[in-house]
């Protein structure tokens, strides 16, 4: 079974710009979470999203959001980049959104 | 509030020797408790998890954690390191169903194995 796939795997965005990741859940799991990971530290919660809704959201700011589509996959747009948007992001999908969450590689994003 | 303290960011240890990783943590309500590993460019991976029932849990790649309530900790364990044990470990804490799956991640530890 194909684990939890993200995209793209890296890319370099300039200040100021915007941007989009994408995940795709494991089959079956109806809930997606995001995670920034800066270099040097522990993930940080951003969003969860369950059934479409978001469920929770973490301490950011609304230069970033979210959506879950139909078939529960989930893009994250972050606005305006700043230099210290750069990080990895994570995406995480589990059954219900509180049994065990499995994660993707993640999309390593460097702003300039 | 939830919250992880992980005690140490790098630890070394030799191979063959214990690994000992420390976790405290903070929650109001029973948390449900995780380890994960990192290795280099790589996602996490679940190494085990503690919900309910039995304190000591049993994990992959021979690891193993005691919750203890008392101490508000959840120390993680192996008897003997490997060289592919080399990575960094999270452990995490969940408020359960109360916070729908949102991980509160402690600042991590690397771990070095030395031959």
């Known amino acids: 079974d194909a684990g939890v796939t993200q995209s793209p795997t890296h890319l370099i965005k300039t200040r100021g710009q915007q941007v989009t990741l994408r995940c795709s859940p494991i089959?079956?799991?109806?809930?997606v979470s995001w995670y920034q990971q800066v270099l040097g530290q522990g993930p940080q919660f951003i969003f969860q999203y369950y059934e479409k809704e978001e469920r929770g959201r973490g301490n950011f700011p609304d230069r970033f959001s979210a959506r879950q589509f139909p078939n529960y996959s989930s893009e994250l747009n972050v606005n305006a980049l700043l230099l210290g948007d750069s990080a990895l992001y994570l995406c995480?999908?589990?059954?219900?959104?509180?049994?065990?969450?499995?994660f993707g590689q993640g999309t390593r994003l460097t702003v300039v | 509030a939830q919250s992880v303290t992980q005690l140490g960011s790098h630890v070394s240890v030799s191979e063959g020797a214990l690994v000992l990783l420390r976790c405290n943590y903070s929650s109001s309500v029973p948390p449900y408790l995780f380890w994960y590993v990192q290795y280099p460019n790589q996602g996490l991976q679940l190494l085990l998890k503690?919900?309910?029932?039995?304190?000591l849990v049993k994990g992959i790649n021979g690891f193993e954690a005691e919750f203890k309530k008392s101490e508000t900790s959840f120390h993680l364990t192996k008897p003997s390191a490997h060289m592919s044990d080399a990575a960094e470990y999270f452990c995490?804490?969940?408020?359960?169903?109360?916070?729908?799956?949102?991980?509160?991640f402690g600042a991590g530890t690397q771990v070095v194995v030395t031959p």
């Open positions: 503690y919900t309910t029932g039995a304190t």
């Open positions: 089959s079956g799991h109806k809930s």
């Open positions: 995480a999908s589990s059954r219900t959104g509180y049994t065990e969450a499995f």
């Open positions: 995490a804490v969940s408020e359960g169903t109360d916070s729908w799956g949102k991980l509160q």
